[in-house]
């Protein structure tokens, strides 16, 4: 015997849109939703203190109050420096708050010399915590220079692209 059950749409008990959780299916470690912000603009920072990365600010709104918020940076960054070594620092704030707590540096370079050199890469780094709240929430990348004596910390120089992905996970 072959049984179907026809309908033309399902409710939840609120009268919303059911999501899979609702619906009995187990999808804890799924991604839920992504957001991605791709950002050409330069920021140059030649300073100590933390400056805001033109470009770099994303707003996200959870969708779930257990899950865990993933954010992926992918940065093109450059140090310029008369020293043998250069580095810069960039950081992760949310709502205002750093929330990235690297070492010292996270960009760093050496050289064998110490004529003015500019050291391009790319670099990479994850934040991750447990979210709790149906609250948006902006994202914003801060940069400084790791000592006064280089020249600059740059983002997207020579018209590179960095990104932001924010991930939201099922928990």
Do not use: W
């Not at 690297?102 to 890469?121: C, E, L, Q, R």
């Amino acid at each position: 015997m072959t049984s179907i059950i026809k309908v033309d749409q399902i409710q939840n008990a609120a009268g919303g849109v059911p999501t899979a959780g609702d619906l009995g299916l187990n999808v804890t470690g799924t991604i839920i939703q992504a957001k991605d912000l791709q950002f050409s603009n330069q920021s140059t920072v030649s300073t100590t203190t933390e400056t805001f990365i033109t470009g770099s600010s994303i707003s996200f709104t959870p969708k779930s109050t257990n899950s865990r918020i993933l954010v992926d940076m992918k940065i093109a960054c450059n140090v310029n420096s008369n020293t043998v070594s250069a580095g810069g620092v960039y950081h992760l704030y949310k709502d205002s708050v750093k929330v990235t707590s690297y070492p010292a540096y996270n960009v760093y370079a050496s050289h064998a010399n110490t004529t003015t050199t500019d050291m391009y890469g790319p670099y990479a780094s994850q934040h991750a915590y447990d979210n709790t709240s149906l609250s948006q929430v902006t994202f914003t990348l801060y940069g400084r220079l790791y000592q006064s004596s280089m020249n600059r910390f740059a983002v997207n120089l020579g018209g590179s692209t960095s990104s932001i992905t924010i991930y939201e996970i099922a928990g």
